[in-house]
């Protein structure tokens, strides 16, 4: 099982980048890793999913070092909409099975400020 | 397009009581299916997943259980309710592609008084 450990607060304010990092010292061979966004009293919302480098889309970029020991999850030019929790998944799958059984901690707190 | 539906949308139940939360997927087949708890404060528990109709792994022990009587419905159960399962239940599915994309539904807030 692969853990993860994020802030568990961040503050920004509207416009400015944010960047959430997350660490997987333990991260298998097999393993993507996901990134969700969670209101209050909503189910999470994927955002990106990436194995390694660089994946962007609409909404987010995530950037993964070589050693895919940690990842950063950048949210460009936020606002005020953008804060909620923001949780860091490292999928931990069976062997020959299509099966992910995703993890999810504490997450990052978000908060932008006008 | 899919669509995942859970109801009631919010339950309160006294200790002891039994409880049913339901979950249906829609616009999909043989999807993975799991159940997910959260209590105040806190991150998400996966409790119970499923990969096809009557197959059920738990995640954690407890009073809960789990069924798939058909290929789109999830149902989680217990025949007698603690103060410790209060909580926010969600439902997600995922599509059978190895990758851990998940797509929740709205929630049940459960209070167990």
């Known amino acids: 099982l692969a853990k993860t450990t994020q802030p568990i607060s961040m503050d920004s304010y509207e416009g400015q980048e944010v960047n959430i990092t997350c660490s997987h010292n333990?991260?298998?061979?097999?393993?993507?890793i996901t990134w969700y966004q969670q209101f209050p009293s909503q189910g999470p919302r994927f955002i990106i999913q990436?194995?390694?480098t660089k994946v962007t889309n609409e909404v987010a970029s995530l950037f993964i070092p070589a050693d895919r020991k940690s990842s950063t999850l950048s949210l460009p030019r936020v606002s005020l909409s953008d804060t909620a929790v923001y949780y860091c998944?490292?999928?931990?799958?069976?062997?020959?099975?299509?099966?992910?059984?995703?993890?999810f901690g504490r997450g990052t707190q978000l908060t932008v400020w006008p | 397009s899919q669509t995942i539906h859970q109801w009631p949308a919010t339950l309160v139940q006294p200790v002891g009581s039994p409880l049913s939360l339901e979950c249906t997927v829609e616009?999909?087949?043989?999807?993975?299916l799991y159940w997910y708890r959260q209590a105040a404060g806190r991150g998400l528990q996966l409790l119970f997943y499923?990969?096809?109709?009557?197959?059920i792994s738990s995640e954690v022990p407890q009073n809960l259980s789990a069924s798939r009587p058909q290929d789109r419905q999830f149902i989680l159960s217990s025949k007698k309710l603690l103060l410790s399962d209060s909580g926010f239940y969600l439902c997600?599915?995922?599509?059978?592609?190895?990758?851990?994309?998940?797509?929740f539904g709205p929630g049940t807030r459960l209070t167990v008084t």
């Open positions: 997600a599915w995922s599509f059978v592609d190895g990758t851990y994309e998940q797509y």
């Open positions: 333990n991260i298998a061979t097999n393993d993507y």
């Open positions: 990436g194995y390694k």
């Open positions: 998944l490292v999928g931990d799958s069976d062997r020959g099975s299509t099966l992910g059984r995703l993890y």
């Open positions: 616009g999909t087949s043989n999807p993975n």
């Open positions: 499923s990969v096809g109709i009557g197959q």
